[in-house]
């Protein structure tokens, strides 16, 4: 996996450009908007194919071209918190709303409750979801974390809610930037 859930931490609008005709301006990512990027397309830091939330509230790809410092920034340089599980140190995001959480192979493995968190090691997203956020527990809202598994691996992935919002303070999935 080479996707990354993403923050723009640059402190600029970051314009973002059609797949098909990169002088075609389709969106913006706003200073501390979250985004998918897609490394797997063959990504070298300078043409960056994203999953973004445009402007009609739809989720969208595209490209950000030669982006300023910060504007690609791992979602896990902000976290919520840290939790140990089983011996272990994971970076935590707090989820404001309910969200389902999927296998790694893209089944749906049950949801986490508002107001819980997920815990992950790594900034991690999805293959064919770059706006799905890897992520290895689920906090349970009865108390204790649940191991996200299935298809034989020790992670799954949440929906970090792209699709509803993307800037810092109305994400469904949330950390600190």
């Not at 301006?25 to 501390?32: A, E, L, P």
């Not at 030669?66 to 896990?76: H, R, S």
């Not at 020790?154 to 994400?171: E, K, M, Q, R």
Request: aromatic share 14%; charged share 20%.
């Amino acid at each position: 996996m080479s996707n990354y859930f993403c923050i723009n931490k640059s402190g600029k609008s970051v314009p973002v450009y059609s797949d098909t005709d990169k002088k075609n301006k389709i969106g913006t990512i706003y200073n501390r908007e979250a985004f998918g990027y897609n490394r797997n397309w063959g990504g070298d830091d300078y043409f960056c194919q994203i999953v973004f939330r445009n402007s009609k509230g739809s989720l969208s790809s595209g490209f950000i071209i030669d982006p300023p410092n910060g504007a690609l920034t791992n979602c896990t340089d902000y976290p919520y918190g840290n939790a140990t599980i089983k011996g272990k140190s994971y970076i935590t995001f707090i989820m404001r709303r309910s969200k389902p959480v999927y296998t790694a192979g893209g089944s749906r493995w049950g949801a986490v409750a508002a107001n819980c968190r997920v815990a992950c090691q790594s900034a991690m997203a999805g293959d064919s979801h770059p706006e799905w956020k890897g992520i290895n527990y689920v906090e349970s809202s009865k108390g204790g974390w649940v191991a996200v598994t299935g298809d034989g691996l020790s992670y799954g992935f949440v929906d970090a809610g792209l699709s509803t919002a993307s800037d810092y303070n109305s994400i469904p999935m949330y950390g600190s930037w």
